[in-house]
Nanobody, 116 residues
Framework: QVQLVESGGGLVQPGGSLRLSCAASGSIFRLNTMGWYRQAPGKQRELVADITSGGSTSYVDSVKGRFTISRDNAKNTLYLEMNNLKPEDTAIYYC??????????WGQGTQVTVSS
């Protein structure tokens, strides 16, 4: 029904930048809140940022001022601009459609590794 495909991850040095993309299929993308999550080994998956259908955004404190979430409804695509990356940002990053305050659909994830 809803397919999500993340891309844009990779290996980057501390202080570097990456832009993640999430391509979504389906006809309801523009109507729903979307979020970026990440999961590091041994840790719970956490919500990093989300954006409502109206464009309101929120961020976990650890990424405020460094990450920017955005969406292009015409392209059914979600983005995460990641600047000034830190080693603690290393994780697999997932996008999800959020319904009734819970993530409902997941992509395969994209690995972000921040290391010198």
């Amino acid at each position: 029904q809803v397919q999500l495909v993340e891309s844009g991850g990779g290996l980057v040095q501390p202080g570097g930048s990456l832009r993640l993309s999430c391509a979504a299929s389906g006809s309801i993308f523009r109507l729903n809140t979307m979020g970026w999550y990440r999961q590091a080994p041994g840790k719970q998956r956490e919500l990093v940022a989300d954006i409502t259908s109206g464009g309101s955004t929120s961020y976990v404190d650890s990424v405020k001022g460094r990450f920017t979430i955005s969406r292009d409804n015409a392209k059914n695509t979600l983005y995460l601009e990641m600047n000034n990356l830190k080693p603690e940002d290393t994780a697999i990053y997932y996008c999800s459609m959020i319904l009734f305050k819970l993530p409902r659909y997941w992509g395969q994830g994209t690995q972000v590794t921040v290391s010198s």
